[in-house]
């Protein structure tokens, strides 16, 4: 803990800005795929659903010719189709195949080893249960992996109830939940099928992870928590679960024009992070406006060291080093 961070009860009107925050390996590596491929090839290039859930970043690389689509039907055939961060179902890789579409896959590496894990369930012949949100782009991909054998729960009623057909029995995560709330669901599953199987390591990915981690490290130190995040990021929406349940008034907000007068007006300290998919400018935002209303002291908490990078698609680091050879 920094000498500064134990200043923090004697300040008035001081900013927690939590680290790690923001962008995860993930995301930059499916946003960095997405401006390669236009760099690359030129516009238009093609997105199936969001590339990650923030809709400043879906924006901007619209703006600079990504077209994004609900389905690959809505791709001309042989275009170039871009798979979001989430994953896609196999049915979905048959379909692009079928329309000819010049495929570069995004997904979260750490999303491909759940599927990948719940093919090898699959071929056992296991019943999965897929601890998640059922209307999640990521769930719906990973379900698809094995969709007669796979059972969404939601939540720990939900695994009380669940029922499962004869046989062997293993779980699987979402990659972005609470960390309490899976594992309150996962105890609920092993106290019922107490012969279930779980992934080798566990699904919740490190940046999930690691931001509730720093969340729970200051929630004692805070009176308000405002989270950078899009409504529709899952990984974000835990953030401000995870504060809330420790008694930390807790807001997820788009950008800075968000924040309510009545949340911080009579706060001393507020403890403000981002979800994986927020970039950084929207937090710089935030700390602007919460400058001008007499938040001056911005003390950087860090609670867990992070430094995790994924690598690009072979064809995009081919483009990325022809364009690096042309610049010079």
Not at 99 to 119: F, G, Q
Not at 172 to 195: C, G, H, M, N, W
Not at 296 to 319: N, Y
Request: charged share 25%; glycine share 6%.
């Amino acid at each position: 803990m920094s000498t500064r961070e134990e200043k923090v009860n004697t300040l008035d009107k001081s900013v927690l800005l939590l680290k790690p925050r923001g962008f995860c390996a993930g995301v930059v590596r499916a946003i960095d795929i997405v401006e390669l491929a236009l760099q690359a090839y030129g516009p238009p290039i093609y997105v199936r659903k969001e590339i990650v859930h923030n809709r400043f970043v879906v924006s901007d690389l619209a703006s600079r010719g990504a077209v994004f689509v609900d389905s690959v039907d809505d791709v001309p055939a042989g275009a170039r189709l871009v798979y979001s961060a989430h994953g896609v179902a196999p049915s979905v890789r048959r379909s692009s195949e079928e329309r000819n579409l010049r495929v570069i896959d995004a997904t979260c590496p750490l999303v491909t080893k759940v599927h990948l894990e719940a093919i090898r369930f699959a071929k056992s012949h296991s019943t999965i249960v897929l601890v998640g949100h059922r209307d999640h782009d990521e769930v719906i991909g990973t379900v698809g992996e094995a969709p007669d054998q796979t059972i969404v729960v939601s939540t720990p009623d939900e695994a009380e109830t669940v029922q499962v057909p004869d046989g062997d029995v293993a779980y699987l995560t979402q990659t972005t939940l609470s960390l309490d709330e899976a594992q309150s669901i996962i105890d609920v599953l092993k106290r019922r099928f107490p012969q279930i199987q779980g992934p080798p390591a566990k699904d919740i990915c490190y940046a999930t992870e690691n931001r509730q981690i720093a969340i729970k490290h200051i929630a004692s130190k805070a009176d308000v928590l405002l989270v950078v995040g899009s409504q529709n990021s899952s990984n974000s929406a835990r953030m401000v679960e995870v504060g809330a349940q420790r008694g930390l008034p807790s807001y997820l907000i788009d950008d800075e024009k968000d924040i309510e007068h009545a949340w911080i007006e009579t706060a001393r300290t507020v403890a403000v992070s981002a979800g994986a998919s927020a970039p950084e400018s929207l937090v710089k935002g935030v700390l602007e406006r919460l400058q001008s209303k007499g938040f001056r002291d911005v003390i950087e908490v860090e609670a867990v060291e992070e430094d995790v990078h994924f690598p690009l698609p072979p064809e995009l680091r081919q483009a990325q080093l022809a364009t690096l050879h042309g610049a010079s």
